[in-house]
């Protein structure tokens, strides 16, 4: 009977040192802090812009699962996901949010006025109004501006193509940051003596249509930051190689879909570096005296499978420049 009684306390013991240990367990994983993720829609450039992100946050010592939790949503360029999940991260009280692309730091904005807001490559911080100054910021939002370096664009598009006359250049009108980079390279390539015709979508449905008339009157093709452009990227390579016509685009991640050349900032740094902020904010920083960032120098990534296949000659200068910091896709 002794032995039953003493079996039964030692039983008893262990049940609760156990149980304390998982309700200590429980709540320590309930004191993580909670960074809430955005994404608003999918394609490799935003892919990149999200891996960069979780790596940046690493490698700041905040770890998922560990000593912190993701909980990462993606709107797949649908505006009324984009305010539900928005919602919903405000309502749950997320540490710090994150937004990646400008239609997501709008929404994340919108909705919350008091937990700290990191944007992930927003091209016009200012201009969107989501920041009062780059230097500083004035509210809840802080982060990186993607600016890439389009004098440096324009640059080698004229080397690829010195007697090029014209342009054509396709865009979603709404999109705020592809408008801005659109008004920078216009004046930066008439100020180079090539005209710049303008072609404008408002969905992805449109690109087929467009771009087919695009690529009938123009000589080239430049295509800003643009997620609606990148989402039907294919689509727009199709009726451009059906013309003989290369396409320049301004980011890395459209150069292996069928672009030629560009120069442009790695979308995965600028995730990285987008991490980091988020960081900061979860040890306690203001957003509000937090200097935008951005990642400053660009690499050259050069098609050279592309460039055959439109008879188009690779310039010794941009070979030059891809290899000492870039990449040639052969």
């Known amino acids: 009977m002794k032995r039953l009684i003493a079996t039964i306390i030692a039983l008893a013991i262990f049940l609760g040192v156990a149980f304390n240990v998982e309700k200590k367990q429980e709540e320590s994983k309930n004191k993580m802090p909670t960074v809430a993720i955005l994404q608003t829609l999918s394609h490799p450039a935003l892919d990149q812009i999200h891996q960069g992100i979780v790596d940046g946050l690493k490698e700041e ?3 998922n699962g560990k000593t912190m939790k993701i909980d990462y ?7 009324s996901n984009l305010k539900t999940m928005s919602d919903r991260f ?3 009280k997320a540490s710090v949010l994150i937004g990646i692309a400008t239609p997501a730091v709008q929404s994340l904005a919108n909705e919350n006025s008091k937990i700290p807001i990191t944007m992930g490559a927003v091209s016009d911080p200012v201009g969107t109004g989501l920041v009062k100054t780059l230097e500083k910021p004035g509210g809840t939002v802080s982060g990186v501006m993607h600016k890439e370096p389009v004098a440096a664009q324009v640059k080698l598009i004229r080397e690829f193509m010195p007697d090029l006359k014209n342009i054509g250049v396709i865009y979603t009108s709404s999109d705020d940051s592809s408008t801005a980079e659109y008004k920078e390279f216009k004046k930066l390539a008439e100020k180079a003596g090539i005209t710049v015709k303008t072609y404008t979508i408002t ?3 449109d690109i087929d249509q467009v771009s087919a008339t695009m690529a009938s009157e123009v000589q080239a093709v430049y295509v800003p930051s643009d997620n609606t452009v990148a989402s039907g990227f294919s689509t727009l390579v199709k009726n451009t190689n059906a013309k003989n016509i290369p396409i320049f685009p301004g980011v890395d991640s459209m150069i292996k879909g ?3 050349a560009t120069v442009s900032v790695s979308q995965y740094e600028l995730g990285k570096l987008t991490g980091k902020m988020a960081a900061q904010e979860l040890r306690g ?5 937090m200097p935008v960032e951005t990642v400053k120098k660009g690499s050259t990534i050069i098609n050279q499978k592309q460039a055959d296949k439109l008879g188009l000659k690779v ?3 941009a070979i030059k420049q891809a290899n000492e910091k870039g990449e040639i896709i052969k």
């Open 61 to 63: 010592g905040f770890v």
């Open 73 to 79: 949503q993606n709107a797949q360029g649908d505006q």
């Open 90 to 92: 405000v309502q749950e």
């Open 203 to 205: 969905s992805t449905n």
């Open 258 to 260: 069928g672009g030629v």
């Open 285 to 289: 920083k203001n957003p509000a005296t």
């Open 315 to 317: 310039p010794a200068s």
